[in-house]
Structure formats: C-alpha cells, structure tokens
C-alpha cells in the first residue's frame, strides 16, 4: 500500500496529490472521495478560514480529483469513484449550513457526472451516512445529543453498504433503516420543517 499525504484544503493540494501519483506511476481504478470535515456553528459566526477549508477539502478537492481521475479511468473504460456526502445534503442542518450544502452539492453532482459516464464503464455513486462514530464531530466541535447517539452507525456499517451499493450500481446510497425511512418522509416534507426538525436533533 502507498499512502501520500496531502493536506487537501491548500489550494494546491489536490493538483499535488494528482502530480505525485504521476511522478510514481499510479493509475487508481478506485477513488473514494472521503475527505471532509464540518463546522458545528452558526453560519455567521462562523471562521471566514473554516468556510473556506470547508469548501475546499469537502467539494473542490472531490470536484478536482474525479475530474482527473475520471478522465484517466474513462479512457481505460473501467473504474470507480465513490463520493461520501451525508445524510446532511438531504436535510439542510442549520449549524451545519456550509457543510449540508457542501455535501448536497456532491449529491447533483454526482447524479449528474453517473448520467455522463454511463456508458464509460467507470461507476459512480454517492454515500449519504447519518451520524457515524468517528471523530468527525470532535473536530467539529459538536457534543452529540441523546437521539444522535440512538441512531449512530458505525463505520464498518457505512463501509459495508458502499462497497454493496458500489457493486450494484446504485446511484445514492444511504445506509441504516432509520436513516433509509427518514429519507423518503422528509422528500414529502416543505424544507423550512425539514430544517427547522434537524435543528432540534443536533441541538
Ligand atoms: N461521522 C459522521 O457522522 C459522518 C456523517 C456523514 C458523513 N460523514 C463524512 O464522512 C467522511 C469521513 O469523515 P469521518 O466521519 O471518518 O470523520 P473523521 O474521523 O474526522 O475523518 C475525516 C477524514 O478526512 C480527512 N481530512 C480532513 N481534512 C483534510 C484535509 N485538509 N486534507 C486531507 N484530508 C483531510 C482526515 O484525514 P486526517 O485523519 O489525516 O486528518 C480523515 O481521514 C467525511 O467526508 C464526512 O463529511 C461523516
């Protein structure tokens, strides 16, 4: 195994991580787009510096990678790029407004780039894990509520339903029956409820 380290928020970083695996050779079939972190705050208060990191590593490095990478695997008709949204981009989470929206983006992105590379013979989905324990929310500073900690995955949950859901071709992927249910209710539901319901479960 080969591990690069790249610090993917520096406006650089993923044209250096793309140099490197060309200055060794390496040709990935499979990119798993999984970098990213939140912010726990009200928007406005928000760090002008975490925004911007936020952006960066969550939706530009993605865009930039899968560009590259997409292109490479096309011409070789065979590949994977495997993007990790969240269950955020299908409830806005107030607190949470840059990264939902970071990670909704991925969701129209990635619906979007699978229609175009459909018959290229590279795959593409998209996760959507609720809650997970991970240190995602010690980073973003989020002391997790009671129901939080009820409906939280695990990490080998969240791999095992997108290595299944990356093997069947299915386009967005949502792991867990609860957070399945919830999905299709809250497409039922006017946005302002759905953010005004998320913002009780986070807070
Ligand atoms: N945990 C949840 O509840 C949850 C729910 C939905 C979606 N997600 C998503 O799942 C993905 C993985 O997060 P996680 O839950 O495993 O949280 P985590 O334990 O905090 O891991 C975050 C990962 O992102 C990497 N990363 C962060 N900033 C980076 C940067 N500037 N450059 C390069 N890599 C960077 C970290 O690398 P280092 O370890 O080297 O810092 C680490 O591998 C994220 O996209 C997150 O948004 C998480």
């Known amino acids: 195994m080969t591990v690069i380290e790249n610090d993917l928020s520096t406006p650089d970083g993923p044209d250096r991580l793309l140099a490197e695996l060309a200055a060794r050779k ?28 936020m952006i960066a590593v969550n939706l530009r490095a993605a865009t930039i990678l899968a560009r590259a990478l997409g292109e490479q695997m096309a011409s070789r008709q065979h590949g994977y790029i ?22 909704a983006y991925l969701v129209a992105w990635t619906q979007a780039l699978a229609h175009e590379l459909r018959k290229s013979g590279v795959r593409v989905s998209v996760i959507c894990p609720g809650f997970t324990r991970t240190e995602f929310h010690d ?34 992927i949502v792991p867990g029956w609860w957070y399945k249910l919830n ?18 479960a986070v807070k």
Not at 30 to 51: S, T, W
Not at 183 to 200: E, F, N, Q
């Open 26 to 53: 390496l040709a990935p079939t499979v990119l798993i787009n999984n970098a990213g972190f939140g912010y726990f705050d009200l928007f406005v208060e928000q760090p002008r510096d975490e925004i911007e990191a």
């Open 82 to 103: 495997l993007n990790v949204a969240s269950f955020a981009a299908l409830a806005p989470i107030p607190r949470y407004a840059v990264y939902s929206g970071a990670k």
């Open 139 to 172: 980073v973003a500073r989020h002391t997790k509520t009671r129901l939080m900690q009820w409906i939280e995955l695990t990490p080998e949950q969240v791999a095992r339903a997108a290595i299944r859901g990356l093997e069947r071709g299915q386009l967005v």
């Open 183 to 200: 999905a299709a209710v809250l497409r039922l539901l006017p946005r302002s409820w759905v953010a005004a319901m998320s913002a009780k």
